[in-house]
């Protein structure tokens, strides 16, 4: 059973565009909400994270968007340039184990 | 920042061999690393929980005897694929998560192994 489901699988955006990447999670008990952005042949790399008692958190062009009542949350990436062409999963994780499970992804194109 | 080194990148090899892959934490010292596998085009899928000193914790569905783990450092785990077969053959990915005191220290992840076994 997904427990975050992403969307959507794959992405265009013309350079200068907004990408806008979703999640939805099912276990109330996630409290931590990473993002990882991978390029081909390497690992996740962490992007940027929130705790459900923040409804937006923004690191420069990367913005999450949180709604726990709504149990969803989005990355935004403003003025997309094509090295940010990746794949990005969002991710979540709960208990004492800090296991992360991951959304299955989304491939982001960005046009120059 | 946190580093991850992943070894070997690539590794092939025959039908019936084993292959150990080494992951570290070069900067940090990781009370868990996590060890996960990933498919072409698909999301990471995690395979085992490992934390030092003590028998790591396997997914279901994961064969604890074909796929040995062995954490015995604060700063390195293996992942043994014993008698390898090509279906075996995937992108093979660690992460450690820093020894500290709160609990949303991230993960931070390995460059991945790429085993393909003929």
């Known amino acids: 059973q997904q427990q975050v489901k992403q969307s959507p699988q794959s992405l265009i955006v013309q350079k200068g565009g907004i990408s806008i990447i979703n999640c939805a999670y099912e276990?109330?008990?996630?409290?931590?909400f990473p993002w990882y952005q991978q390029f081909p042949g390497k690992g996740p790399a962490l992007l940027i994270a929130?705790?459900?008692?923040?409804s937006e958190k923004k690191e420069g062009r990367f913005t999450i968007s949180f709604n726990k009542s709504a149990k969803q949350f989005s990355l935004h990436i403003m003025d997309s340039q094509p090295g940010d062409s990746a794949t990005y999963f969002c991710?979540?994780?709960?208990?004492?184990?800090?296991?992360?499970?991951f959304g299955s992804g989304t491939q982001l194109t960005v046009l120059p | 920042g946190a580093v991850v080194s992943q070894h070997p990148s690539w590794v092939i090899c025959k039908s019936g061999t084993s292959v150990k892959i080494e992951c570290r934490s070069l900067?940090?010292?990781?009370?868990?690393m996590f060890w996960y596998r990933q498919f072409p085009k698909q999301s990471l899928m995690l395979m085992a929980t490992?934390?030092?000193?003590?028998?790591?914790?396997?997914e279901q569905g994961v064969e604890k005897d074909k796929f040995l783990i062995n954490h015995a450092s604060l700063t390195l785990s293996t992942l043994t694929v014993t008698s390898a077969h090509p279906e075996d053959s995937s992108f093979y990915i660690c992460?450690?998560?820093?020894?500290?005191?709160?609990?949303?220290?991230?993960?931070?992840f390995g460059d991945g192994t790429r085993l393909s076994i003929l």
């Open positions: 992460s450690a998560r820093e020894r500290g005191t709160r609990g949303n220290q991230p993960q931070h």
């Open positions: 276990n109330t008990a996630f409290d931590y």
């Open positions: 991710a979540a994780t709960a208990g004492s184990a800090r296991q992360l499970t």
């Open positions: 929130i705790r459900p008692d923040v």
């Open positions: 490992s934390n030092e000193g003590s028998k790591a914790t396997y």
């Open positions: 900067d940090f010292q990781a009370t868990t």
